[in-house]
């Protein structure tokens, strides 16, 4: 099980180890696991995951266009803290599991930035390739 307090985007000094070694265990956190017949479980698939990390991505490319990044990041952090009630939703629907909603409320919660915005996608798509990496093992 992950110390997700190790996810930690809004410092001005980044552990060393966050895109690698953090985002590594936090791709093995949203591994789906084996159901009780041994089948992985229909959860946090790659399409799913990847709907999350446009909408970040789409995010941190409105506000890196402004002139006033700051300004920017302003208009957009409600919608940005929104994503976590659309995971919340994708839970409730079957989408993502527990351990998926976990992860990345804390990598919106790390979130109080432009800056902190850029860290969050760069970490989650980190987390998504070493995700992918696994997957074809």
């Not at 995010?59 to 402004?66: C, E, G, L, T």
């Not at 659309?86 to 790390?110: C, L, P, S, T, W």
């Amino acid at each position: 099980m992950m110390d997700l307090n190790r996810i930690k985007l809004n410092t001005e000094q980044l552990p060393v180890d966050i895109f690698s070694t953090v985002a590594q265990e936090a791709a093995e956190h949203i591994q789906p696991q084996p159901n009780e017949r041994g089948r992985t479980a229909d959860t946090n698939k790659s399409t799913q995951l990847r709907k999350f990390y446009d909408e970040l991505a789409m995010w941190h490319d409105k506000v890196f266009q402004a002139a006033d990044r700051a300004g920017e990041y302003q208009k957009a952090a409600p919608f940005i803290q929104m994503l976590k009630a659309k995971a919340a939703y994708a839970q409730g629907r079957g989408h993502v599991d527990k351990h998926f909603v976990e992860m990345f409320n804390r990598i919106i919660g790390e979130i109080n930035s432009a800056d902190s915005l850029k860290n969050a996608k760069l970490f989650f798509e980190a987390v998504l390739g070493f995700r992918k990496a696994h997957e074809a093992k």
